[in-house]
């Protein structure tokens, strides 16, 4: 999809632009291996996936400059599931702990009232690891 503003929009100056949020480049790639561990009825599974993105303006207002390279959020998880209803796992999210910003937005505390010389920012998930243990029923 071409996410860019067209020529018949009604400010000219976004004319050919990338619409707010939108990248260029978006996609997600993964992959889980699994195998049984002899005849337990015991089985492992490794799972990894890789988001990316490339760069994209953080505000609707796109005077303000405010542009997020293009980053990349590597995901995995190491598991174990039951010849029955449970499973455990060790997961990483963000695993090389990739900072990005999800949006920003301006504030008028500057006394100007215009909204771009004091900027604030969303952050996105940053490295996170745990472990999940769960039961179909």
Do not use: K
């Not at 997600?28 to 195998?35: A, I, K, Q």
């Not at 702990?97 to 909204?115: A, Q, V």
């Not at 771009?116 to 039961?135: A, H, K, M, N, W």
């Amino acid at each position: 999809v071409d996410a860019t503003f067209g020529s018949d929009v009604p400010n000219p100056n976004l004319a050919g632009n990338r619409i707010p949020f939108s990248s260029e480049w978006l996609g997600n790639v993964g992959g889980t291996y699994s195998w049984d561990i002899g005849s337990s009825g015991f089985s492992m599974y490794a799972h990894a996936d890789v988001f990316f993105r490339s760069e994209y303006d953080l505000d609707t207002n796109l005077a303000t400059g405010d542009i997020q390279d293009g980053f990349q959020i590597v995901n995995a998880r190491l598991g174990l599931r039951s010849g029955g209803p449970w499973e455990a796992s060790i997961f990483c999210r963000n695993c090389f702990d990739e900072r990005y910003l999800m949006s920003t937005f301006g504030i008028p505390i500057d006394g100007g009232g215009n909204f771009t010389d004091s900027r604030l920012g969303f952050v996105g998930e940053p490295q996170f690891y745990g472990i999940s243990v769960g039961v179909d029923f």
